[in-house]
């Protein structure tokens, strides 16, 4: 009886010591020093820095695991302030309605301010947790013709929120996923389109701070304050918080660089466009975007659904000489501010793999094409930028009387696509075919994407397991029009800079963590994401490689008189199997692992080889000390 007891404890020990690495694992870090450290694993230990939350408020807390982070903590797209400005919908009139689109998903109420310092407007709402609200905001406040705006919006809450806007006008949609304050930069590029007839093709800054100096490198030409601005020129004014200034140019301004000494927003995009240019009809483009510092270098994109014309993509590069790789080529932008066009007219998905971090476009066709909404912009986030938690918010079902039809693509970490709910349901059980009998679910070597039709009004996504991190874009048609915004993503910084000490200069380096075989290793909790610079650099070399081609600012030129793209894509490229240059194989070896990881997998190894023969030692001993101390039986006379 005790030989059997000592048994079970010994192998209980076992048990508990395979477990054991599993907890410390997730636990350890380490920093530029080399030392690990412990960082915070229960919700609610840190604390948001000084300004981010209204005054005598708590301190956020998002329900799902994730507080609006610290200094050392990453931001995403869930804040608590916010500011910013709507763009001119189109012939610069005054739209018929603008909306904010706020979702709070944390297990408490919260409270919201919504703001307009210079048009005297201020409003409170509350919000019931896990629930939507949509704010009319006055049509007034949205910017008209180029110069200075008094529209600027001002939103606080005491919890994280998610806000989205949409600027409606009749025919003519797009909405936007809002940066909070917490992840503006001082480096921007704009995303826009050429803009149809009198239409404009524009860009808004808003300051956050006062005394703020703000650099424009136009690429189109362009008048500001009563001059005329040609490309090479540079534009500079100061700006105050609250302050917004439109620029608006009859050219495609993407690619235009706005700099400044502190932090400021900046809303893209068009009055109205047609995309591609000689397919009708034009509709309203906009998006938030985020600054340079938080681009990314690898990207999913999947077709839309409900759509057969296609789909538009823009890759933009920050930096000179930026190679990425999709569609079984090798593209290379040798200059920042330039982007390659890619017009896609059949429906499958793609991949996106750079050397240097770029920003990805996608854009809707025209509605001549397949009779089915018109154009709208959504930036597609990096698979570097995935977030974890949940998230809830708002598609935009109606304005006037369009009714939107509305969709989700989902994208997740490879094995985390059996753990994500959407409202309440697992994301796998989800079951909807497009009009081409195609259900567009699919594993890639490093993600996984799902799509799916939206319910009206509020949406959850949540993602329960631990280390899970996913995105999602929601876009809707109806007939004429269009709209479409991010959900959420991460805005973490994966541009750093680093001081040489030789020559006084500072060099920039990219600072993401390795992305390998779908694991994306766990250096700061809660991002999933490694804080250090790669152990090798990325190639410097600015000649292409044979093969390669060299990429412009304009639309691919492999195109026809009708736009469309000539010959297609490797039908192969969206697979895990795929053949990637050398450049790129840098960037998935082994020996990026981190050296916690390495020892973990070490120690699991040794554990494994040793725990067979010690239960075999222990169990000896127990019979040999049973065979020399047992109790001879009773003799019978």
């Not at 703001?115 to 629930?131: R, Y």
């Not at 100061?238 to 400021?264: C, H, M, W, Y």
């Not at 297609?568 to 990026?592: C, H, K, L, N, S």
Request: include cysteine; charge should be neutral; charged fraction near 15%.
């Amino acid at each position: 009886m005790y030989g059997l007891k000592i048994l079970y404890f010994v192998i209980l020990i076992q048990l508990v010591a395979r477990v054991l690495p599993f907890e410390t694992k997730h636990r350890l870090v380490r920093q530029s020093g080399g030392q690990p450290a412990v960082t915070p694993q229960t919700p609610g230990q840190g604390q948001p820095p000084k300004g981010n939350n209204p005054p005598d408020s708590q301190p956020p807390d998002s329900g799902y695991g994730s507080i609006m982070p610290d200094l050392e903590q990453p931001v995403d797209t869930r804040g608590t302030e916010f500011i910013f400005c709507f763009t001119s919908n189109v012939n610069n009139a005054q739209p018929r309605a603008l909306q904010l689109l706020i979702g709070a998903g944390g297990p408490l109420d919260t409270n919201v301010q919504i703001e307009m310092p210079k048009l005297k407007f201020l409003l409170h709402i509350l919000i019931s947790h896990g629930g939507t609200e949509i704010v009319d905001i006055p049509p007034i406040a949205a910017a008209s013709g180029t110069g200075p705006q008094n529209g600027t919006i001002w939103v606080r809450a005491n919890r994280p929120i998610t806000v989205h806007g949409v600027n409606s006008q009749i025919k003519s949609h797009d909405g936007f996923l809002a940066v909070p304050v917490l992840g503006l930069g001082l480096e921007y590029f704009a995303a826009s389109y050429a803009a149809s007839g009198l239409d404009r093709s524009q860009m808004i800054i808003t300051g956050t701070q006062d005394f703020t100096r703000v650099t424009i490198q136009p690429i189109q030409r362009l008048q500001y304050k009563g001059r005329w601005f040609n490309i090479g020129d540079t534009i500079l004014f100061t700006i105050n918080r609250f302050n917004s200034v439109q620029i608006q140019a009859e050219g495609d301004l993407t690619g235009t660089r706005i700099l400044s000494d502190k932090p400021v927003s900046v809303m893209s995009g068009t009055t109205c466009s047609l995309v591609p240019q000689q397919l009708n009809r034009c509709d309203h483009l906009v998006e938030h975007v985020p600054p340079v510092a938080t681009w990314g270098k690898k990207f999913s994109v999947l077709p839309l659904l409900n759509r057969t014309s296609g789909t538009v993509l823009r890759v933009l590069a920050a930096r000179p000489n930026t190679r990425f790789y999709t569609l079984g080529q090798v593209f290379v932008l040798q200059r920042g501010g330039l982007f390659r066009e890619f017009n896609q007219p059949v429906t499958f998905p793609m991949s996106i793999v750079s050397d240097r971090p770029v920003m990805v476009l996608q854009y809707a066709k025209g509605g001549a094409k397949d009779r089915t909404g018109d154009p709208f912009m959504t930036i597609i986030p990096p698979i570097e930028q995935y977030v974890a938690g949940g998230v809830t918010f708002s598609s935009f079902d109606q304005s006037g009387q369009d009714t939107f039809g509305s969709f989700a693509t989902i994208s997740v970490t490879s094995w985390d696509l059996f753990n994500m709910y959407l409202n309440n349901e697992a994301l796998i059980s989800h079951k909807y075919k497009t009009e081409q009998k195609q259900d567009w679910m699919r594993l890639m070597s490093f993600n996984a994407d799902y799509q799916m039709p939206l319910g009206k009004g509020a949406n959850t996504i949540v993602s329960p397991a631990p280390g899970s991190r996913f995105t999602a874009i929601a876009y809707g048609f109806t007939l004429g029009t269009s709209y479409a915004f991010p959900v959420v993503y991460g805005l973490r910084r994966t541009l750093c800079t680093e001081d040489n000490t030789a020559d006084q200069d500072k060099k920039e380096v990219d600072c993401t963590g390795p992305v390998v075989s779908g694991i994306v290793l766990a250096t700061n909790h809660g991002t999933g994401i490694g804080i250090q610079p790669p152990k090798r650099p990325p190639s410097q070399s600015n000649e292409p490689s044979q093969g390669d081609t060299p990429g412009w600012g304009n639309i691919n030129p492999s195109k026809g008189a009708d736009g469309e793209q000539k010959g297609g894509g490797d039908a192969g490229v969206f697979f895990p199997w795929y053949t990637i240059p050398p450049w790129m194989a840098e960037q998935f070896e082994d020996d990026e692992l981190e050296e916690e990881f390495v020892c973990y997998a070490t120690g699991l190894l040794v554990l494994a080889l040793i725990a067979p023969a010690t239960v075999i030692f222990f169990v000896m001993i127990i019979i040999i000390c049973g065979m020399m101390f047992r109790v001879p039986a009773p003799t019978k006379f």
